[in-house]
């Protein structure tokens, strides 16, 4: 509408009195509703539910102890899975690996000299893990020196018969009693002087070498043995070594070699229908830091076992020669020396119902006598040689092959000797 020339709008209430009214009745809703749908009756507070009921409880025990029950199911499967490995184990170790020892003991009485007991004892450790690879260790315990030593301690390599290799702590093949000194095989308990002013018994030393069987025949049969060592040095001819000792403190006792030459040694043998045996050694290598100078040695030995002749069975007859040459060296310059040894084994059945003979399937006796020669050539001494004779007589009882209890007196004479006086000796010795 217009007055006077303005324009005047009107409001819509007073255009139209109703929809105030409808505006007003809307506005009222607003407020209202929203209050009575928001505002709800106070709830009371629910109580805390408890985190198990006795039945739940019982349930989760029961859960446990079944959890238990598998696990110690389990458990026991799994500890006799171990005990049957460990059983396989301990049953293929058994057929691999062997462990035995042997060893004596003895009262010795010289005189001029205290009366002692004395003995050894040593660890044998034989064993295969495969049947071409053996193993093989004898450990002296170092009775009563306490010092311990591998006597050997080598690995084999089997290729064939007549070839195979070996390497290791090697015992040499000079001579048979340093390749057979085990005590309870011995009949006497002391080995023959040439076995130890001589030959340097118990003789090792660290090398490679090769062995083998030759079969000529049924009957004929040879052996070899070679070995590459490091050898002898030269600690024989110290000052305070004294002469008699032979080339005991020239052995290397598995130390380095003193030189960059190595000695060579070897043995072979000639079987004859396992009763007859006849040796030959070699050795040659030097000994001294520098120099060429050699020791050169040989040796023969034999072993007569006569069978199927009623006077002679019983008898066993051993004997070795043994010999070393040593370039400049005065003192000593050479050393030589044999042994022979007769056995008699017999046994009375009269005892078979004694102490002495029930019980044991063979028990035996057996009389042994040896004799033996030792000589030194050595400026040490006024003579310009040092000599020694041997006689030996003993008696032993067997009541098994690995157990002997041995009685014998020794007469000798001269300088060159072990012991160089007469005395009396008794010992038990046993293997295992």
Same mark, same amino acid.
């Given at each position: ?19 105030r ?18 505002a709800?009756?106070?709830?009371k ?12 409880l019982?349930?989760s025990l029961r ?12 458990l ?13 184990l ?11 020892a042997?060893?004596a ?14 003995g050894?004892?040593?660890?044998l450790?034989s ?14 315990l ?33 001579g ?6 085990f005590?309870p095989?011995?009949?006497?308990t ?8 001589v030959?340097?018994?118990t ?9 083998g ?11 070899y043995?070679i070995?590459?060592?490091?050898? $002898?040095?030269?600690? !024989?001819? /110290? @000052?305070g ?8 403190n020239?052995? &290397? +006792? ?14 072979g043998t ?9 040796g ?7 000994y ?18 006569p ?25 000593p ?7 022979a040894?007769?056995t008699?084994?017999?046994w ?7 102490? $002495?003979?029930?019980h !044991?399937n /063979? @028990?035996t006796?057996?009389?042994?006598g040896?004799i033996?020669h030792t000589k &030194? +050539? ?27 209890i041995?009685?014998?007196y ?23």
């Open positions: 509408m217009r007055a006077n020339g303005l324009w005047f709008h009107r409001r819509p209430c007073e255009e139209n009195p109703g929809s009214a409808i505006a007003v009745c809307a506005l009222l809703l607003c407020l209202l509703i929203p209050s009575t749908l928001l709800q009756p106070p709830t507070p629910t109580e805390t539910p408890k985190e198990d009921s006795f039945e739940q019982k349930s859960q446990i102890e079944e959890q238990h029950r598998r696990e110690l199911f389990e026991k499967e799994r500890l006799g899975l171990v005990e049957k490995q460990q059983s396989a301990s049953d293929e170790l058994t057929q691999r690996i062997k462990v035995g042997y060893g003991v003895w009262y010795q009485d010289f005189k001029g000299r205290h009366s002692t007991n004395d050894n004892l040593e660890l450790l064993g295969h893990f495969h049947d071409r690879i053996r193993v093989y260790s004898e450990i002296d170092g009775l009563p020196t306490g010092t311990a030593m591998a006597e050997q301690a080598y690995v084999d390599f089997l290729l064939t018969q007549p070839f195979n290799l070996r390497a290791g702590v090697l015992l040499i093949p000079f048979k009693f340093n390749l057979d000194h005590d095989r011995r009949d006497l002391r080995p023959p002087a040439v076995a130890t002013v030959i340097p018994t003789w090792g030393d660290l090398g490679f070498g090769s062995f069987l030759l079969p000529f025949s049924d009957n004929v049969k040879a052996t043995d070995q590459v060592i490091n050898g $002898l040095t030269d600690q !024989f001819a /110290n @000052p070594t004294p002469p008699n000792t032979g080339l005991q020239g052995r &290397t +006792n598995l130390n380095t070699d003193n030189n960059g030459n190595k000695a060579l040694v070897g043995r000639f079987k004859f229908f396992d009763q007859y045996e006849i030959f050694s070699g050795y040659r290598g030097a001294k830091p520098s120099g060429s100078d050699m020791i050169t040695g040989m040796a023969l030995d034999g072993e007569f076992r069978r199927n002749v009623n006077i002679l069975e019983h008898f066993v007859l051993r004997g070795e020669f043994a010999r070393f040459n040593i370039e400049g060296s005065t003192a310059s050479s050393l030589w020396g044999y042994y040894q007769l008699y084994r017999f009375f059945s009269s005892l078979n119902s004694t102490i $002495l003979g029930r !044991f /063979n @028990p006796f057996a009389l042994v040896l033996g &030194t +050539n050595t400026t040490a001494s006024p003579t310009g040689s040092l000599s020694g004779d041997q006689y030996i007589v003993g008696f032993n009882y067997r009541p098994v092959e690995d157990y002997v041995k009685v014998e020794q007469f000798n004479h001269g300088q060159n000797q072990q012991n160089p006086s007469d005395g009396f000796l008794t010992s038990v010795a046993w293997i295992f």
